[in-house]
């Protein structure tokens, strides 16, 4: 997907319903949420030093509920896909690179 440049949104992120972050609770100890200059709020983990986008209260199962199982449909689904979607013949296995160092 690419990013919008008008709207500076990631596409993976457009269309979505924005979650109120009040309705979540606070930020786990250690934690802190700021703004990045183009607008999108990502989370500080002071605790290990790292930064992330992704909100660390949706990591509570609590909030979120819980993982949706594994399904044999799908497995069913993608054996049937990859029987008929056979790779054609005239298509061959491999390519020739040729790369010069200037």
């Given at each position: 997907m690419?990013?919008?440049?008008?709207?500076k949104?990631?596409a993976h992120?457009?269309g979505?319903?924005?979650?109120?972050?009040?309705?979540?609770g606070p930020?786990?100890?250690g934690w802190?949420e700021?703004?990045h200059t183009?607008g999108r709020?990502?989370?500080i983990?002071?605790?290990i030093k790292?930064?992330?986008?992704?909100?660390?209260?949706m990591q509570n199962?609590?909030?979120?509920?819980p993982?949706?199982?594994?399904?044999r449909?799908y497995k069913?689904?993608?054996?049937?896909?990859?029987?008929?979607?056979?790779?054609?013949?005239d298509?061959p296995?491999k390519?020739?690179?040729?790369?010069?160092r200037?």
């Open positions: 690419q990013d919008d440049p008008r709207s949104i990631p992120l457009r979505k319903t924005p979650v109120d972050s009040n309705d979540l930020l786990p100890p802190e700021r703004t183009d709020v990502f989370f983990n002071h605790n790292k930064t992330q986008w992704e909100d660390p209260r199962v609590a909030i979120t509920g993982a949706v199982p594994y399904s449909d069913r689904k993608y054996e049937f896909f990859r029987r008929k979607l056979k790779k054609q013949t298509i296995n390519f020739e690179m040729k790369l010069r200037a």
